[in-house]
């Protein structure tokens, strides 16, 4: 049996496991149960859980590529479904603060972050590819100055960065389309 340490770091990354469930859409299971999770959730909690979610899975992602000691920096795993699940909150921080907490406006949600987070419309796309390759913004390579470390907090961060993006796209659409109905 793994140590606890592992199964642990895997818990978190899987988002309790989710992320495991299904080999050929694991981030649509990991934000399904991240949407179910929040509609229970009280809405002046889901800002808190927010910041739990990105801080655990920055730090457990960076446990597991430590662990590992693997080479993610072209596509990211599909059983870490923590960025989702910290996208899904993302969003409903949003719904929080604009009292549209019906389980139809998580729905909408959902809807719209897995579009974006499939989609990736620009820049979601490119800041995700620069900082996996380990790539700064200012044309400066980190890989050519052979400190792996960097490369990998880069890694981790490109892994949830375009989730939380994708979320900031949702809603933005989802914020016009209440404020037309409104």
């Known amino acids: 049996m793994k140590n606890w340490k592992e199964v642990a770091v895997l818990m978190c990354i ?17 934000s399904f149960f991240a949407t179910l999770l929040i509609i229970f959730t009280k809405p002046e909690l889901i800002p808190y859980i927010f910041i739990i979610f990105l801080v655990a899975g920055l730090y457990c992602c960076s446990l597991f590529f430590k662990q590992k000691n693997i080479d993610f920096s072209d596509k990211d795993p599909g059983f870490i479904v923590i960025d989702e699940a910290c996208g899904i909150y993302g969003c409903g921080i949003f719904l929080a603060t604009v009292n549209h907490v019906s389980p139809i406006d998580f729905a909408m949600s959902f809807v719209l972050f897995r579009f974006f987070d499939i989609w990736k419309p620009w820049p979601i796309k490119q800041v995700e590819y620069r900082l996996k390759q380990g790539k700064h913004f200012f044309r400066v ?7 792996r470390n960097v490369n990998d907090k880069l ?20 914020a016009v389309y209440i404020y037309l109905t409104l």
């Not at 899987?14 to 990991?30: D, L």
């Not at 390579?141 to 400190?147: I, L, M, T």
């Not at 890694?155 to 979320?167: C, E, K, Q, T, Y």
């Open 14 to 30: 899987s988002f309790f496991g989710t992320g495991i469930i299904s080999k050929r859409m694991p981030g649509t299971v990991g």
């Open 141 to 147: 390579n980190v890989r050519s100055a052979h400190n």
């Open 155 to 174: 890694a981790v961060i490109g892994i949830m960065i375009d989730d939380i993006m994708a979320a900031v796209y949702a809603t933005f659409v989802h």
